[in-house]
């Protein structure tokens, strides 16, 4: 599976390279400290952003480009929405990269664990923010008579 995404200009694709991680460290500190402002109140798109174009570079370079895509290339043309999906992309591409040597399975199998953990970590957050609203899911609101 490859990890790219597609936009009205251009495909993106993504990797997490030593040069993204180094990147990121001289910006923020530490890959930590991104990833916790991505879910954060502090700047969250700002960190998501810095996140796409790094990652997106390290794709660009892989693939034998020299352009350097950054965080107002993203701004400027991607839609919100978009920047939503390329983020889960991006966060995939940097749990790949940061695995690649540990694992024994091929891109395809550890891609698909990664998916299947962040889309698990969304719906765990989608049913905290509603039980804090009041609202259960469909079985939540069966009777004990049914």
């Given amino acids: 599976m490859e990890l790219a995404f597609e936009t009205k200009e251009r495909k993106l694709l993504f990797r997490f390279t030593t040069r993204a991680w180094w990147n990121i460290e001289q910006q923020e500190g530490s890959l930590n400290k991104l990833l916790d402002r991505m879910n ?63 694992l024994d399975q091929d891109d395809e199998e550890v891609i698909d664990a990664i998916l299947l953990e962040l889309e698990a970590q969304e719906r765990a957050k989608k049913e905290s923010a509603a039980r804090m609203t009041g609202r259960t899911s469909p079985q939540g609101n069966a009777s004990a008579t049914d």
């Fill in 40 to 102: 954060g109140d502090d700047k969250p798109l700002d960190a998501t952003c810095l996140l796409i174009a790094e990652t997106a570079t390290a794709g660009e370079r892989f693939a034998g480009g020299r352009e350097k895509i950054t965080k107002d290339y993203v701004i400027d043309n991607l839609t919100p929405m978009q920047v939503k999906q390329a983020a889960k992309v991006a966060k995939s591409a940097v749990t790949a990269g940061m695995n690649r040597q540990e």
